[in-house]
């Protein structure tokens, strides 16, 4: 520091140096990776305790030696752990590719390096890990029911299968029907990633199953009983739609029987009536004539066909399911006249 004030005597206006010594207090700072973004690979299905990755960091501050340790930060399938002095990390298990915290192939991790300061100061890092793909996965049919059209001709019904191992582990897949199928059933195509289930018209409506087989281009295969539900579809275009509404009707009419039953019990023997009040009654026979009458509108599916026509969502009632209940008091013995029609294609 030089003091160029003028002063008095001899030396009056030249300049003095004067040394002046400055403490500077040493702040703390958080410790430093070497690297701060690591890419590092692994197989699937590696056991527990192998070695992934190495991590490295320093702490700035000139006084502090090993006052900090490696943490991990964010490991989402809990797959690794790190040395807190050394940072190596290891695998503590199993680790597989097709998890869902793998995205696009690559599993990440943050480690942090946490200082002992107050409040402690961490530097972080970030590891990708490039999952090295196994074969460990079979294919497998989308669906296992099927829907098939009754038809005088062959009718073709696609089933899409899947594999979540990656290339060249997966498809395009090899499709094949087991057992007797001759004349009933045939694959066209039976290669690809969407096979074709062609019904010969010797298959008639009703319920079939179907062996079948996948395998994926390295010849892993996997075997499925898939349920083929065949149907006229010139009334509705999805099986599984009036399996359920005749499902439901039949339902009602067991619901319609019972009540009867116990009600006409009840009638024979008189102490019942001394039991069972005729607004109890009333309530049982109001509940089966709502399990009967009550028909849920099943939606029909009106896109992706190639008709070109077009299907009006609607639902119109059938013949014969009209419900008349007569007059309260007479409920015991003349309780309903409702039934229904539905019949089954099956
Ligand atoms: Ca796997
Ligand atoms: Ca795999
Ligand atoms: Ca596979």
């Not at 290339?167 to 074709?196: C, I, M, Q, R």
């Not at 026979?285 to 509108?297: E, N, R, Y």
């Amino acid at each position: 520091m030089v003091d160029t004030s003028k002063g008095e005597g001899p030396d009056a206006g030249q300049p003095h140096s004067v040394k002046v010594v400055i403490n500077v207090e040493d702040a703390n700072e958080a410790p430093v990776f070497s690297v701060t973004y690591k890419i590092a690979a692994l197989e699937e299905n590696s056991p527990s305790g192998t070695w992934v990755e190495k991590v490295t960091a320093v702490d700035a501050d000139c006084n502090r030696t090993s006052s900090f340790v490696y943490k991990v930060a964010h490991d989402p399938a809990g797959w690794v752990m790190v040395d807190p002095n050394t940072g190596d990390i290891t695998t503590v298990t199993s680790t597989d590719r097709e998890s869902p915290h793998v995205v696009n192939g690559v599993y990440t991790v943050l480690i942090h390096a946490v200082d002992d300061g107050v409040p402690p100061l961490t530097g972080t890092a970030t590891l990708q890990i490039h999952m090295t793909d196994k074969n460990d996965n079979v294919p497998q049919p989308a669906e296992h029911n099927l829907d098939v059209c009754v038809s005088d001709g062959p009718t073709t019904t696609n089933i899409t299968a899947f594999d979540l191992d990656g290339n060249p582990y997966g498809g395009p897949f090899t499709f094949e029907l087991l057992g007797d199928v001759k004349g009933k059933w045939k694959l066209s195509p039976s290669h690809g990633y969407t096979a074709g289930l062609v019904k010969e018209p010797s298959v008639y409506a009703g319920p079939h199953t179907i062996d079948l087989k996948i395998s994926d281009m390295q010849g892993e295969f996997g075997i499925y009983n898939l349920r083929v539900a065949v149907c006229d579809c010139s009334v509705t275009e999805n099986c599984r739609a009036r399996r359920n509404t005749t499902t439901r009707a039949a339902y009602g009419g067991i619901g319609v029987v019972f009540a009867l039953v116990f009600l006409l019990l009840c009638k024979k023997l008189h102490q019942c009536l001394e039991l069972v009040s005729v607004r109890t009654q009333t309530f049982l026979l109001l509940m089966a004539v709502t399990c009967s009458c009550k028909k849920d509108f099943v939606a029909l599916e009106t896109t992706g066909h190639s008709s070109g026509q077009t299907l009006l969502e609607s639902n119109t009632e059938n013949p014969g399911t009209d419900c008349e209940v007569t007059a309260r008091k007479t409920v015991a013995t003349n309780p309903v006249t409702c039934l229904h029609t539905s019949i089954s294609n099956f």
